[in-house]
T-cell receptor, first 116, second 116 residues
Framework: AQSVAQPEDQVNVAEGNPLTVKCTYSVSGNPYLFWYVQYPNRGLQFLLKYITGDNLVKGSYGFEAEFNKSQTSFHLKKPSALVSDSALYFCAVRDIRMDSSYKLIFGSGTRLLVRP | DTAVSQTPKYLVTQMGNDKSIKCEQNLGHDTMYWYKQDSKKFLKIMFSYNNKELIINETVPNRFSPKSPDKAHLNLHINSLELGDSAVYFC???????????????FGPGTRLLVL
């Protein structure tokens, strides 16, 4: 079964510093990987996805993620954190079923706290 | 210009009651989903519909009954509400059909259900 793991419940970083939110995956076949962000009392917003192609994927709000097949990782990064980036971040992987339907399997989420 | 909307945003009710949550998307997408986010922020798919046809039912109790009158709407009816049903319920949509899973899912703002 496909799965993703987010090993950190919370990441703390100072404003202006680079940030990394970690995600590792376990899939059979080619991974389709996604990052979403959830601001307090809001729905999930799409940040970026990796389907194929360049290992470095650029997304919304200055975020990017690096797909690393050998380490089965898809870490989310930003060169310079903003206080407004403070939110809950979810990594997700596509799971395709026997009947060809698919669903997203989400990680447990990582809370990012950017301090001024 | 809301893409995926849900009503109501908040729902407080007594155990044993029946309630419905409505979802509408104006993106022209073929597939819609219901997710449940528990108190620990863990997010899991419940149902998926493609062109009004149920394609995923993730072992959800049959007290939960989704209904899709057309491909722009996916409603969730819950019978005999229990304390454990308290959660945030998110609707989402994507352009995907079965077998693909490349397309981004767009989420609604969520419905916060509290069962007393």
């Amino acid at each position: 079964a496909q799965s993703v793991a987010q090993p950190e419940d919370q990441v703390n970083v100072a404003e202006g510093n680079p940030l990394t939110v970690k995600c590792t995956y376990s899939v059979s076949g080619n991974p389709y990987l996604f990052w979403y962000v959830q601001y307090p009392n809001r729905g999930l917003q799409f940040l970026l996805k990796y389907i194929t192609g360049d290992n470095l994927v650029k997304g919304s709000y200055g975020f990017e993620a690096e797909f690393n097949k050998s380490q089965t990782s898809f870490h989310l990064k930003k060169p310079s954190a903003l206080v407004s980036d403070s939110a809950l971040y979810f990594c997700a992987v596509r799971d395709i079923r026997m009947d060809s339907s698919y669903k997203l399997i989400f990680g447990s989420g990582t809370r990012l706290l950017v301090r001024p | 210009d809301t893409a995926v909307s849900q009503t109501p945003k908040y729902l407080v009710t007594q155990m044993g009651n029946d309630k419905s949550i409505k979802c509408e998307q104006n993106l022209g997408h073929d597939t819609m989903y219901w997710y449940k986010q528990d108190s620990k922020k863990f997010l899991k798919i419940m149902f998926s519909y493609n062109n009004k046809e149920l394609i995923i039912n993730e072992t959800v109790p049959n007290r939960f009954s989704p209904k899709s009158p057309d491909k722009a709407h996916l409603n969730l009816h819950i019978n005999s509400l229990e304390l454990g049903d308290s959660a945030v319920y998110f609707c989402a949509s994507s352009q995907d059909g079965p077998g693909r899973g490349q397309e981004t899912q767009y989420f609604g703002p969520g419905t916060r259900l509290l069962v007393l």
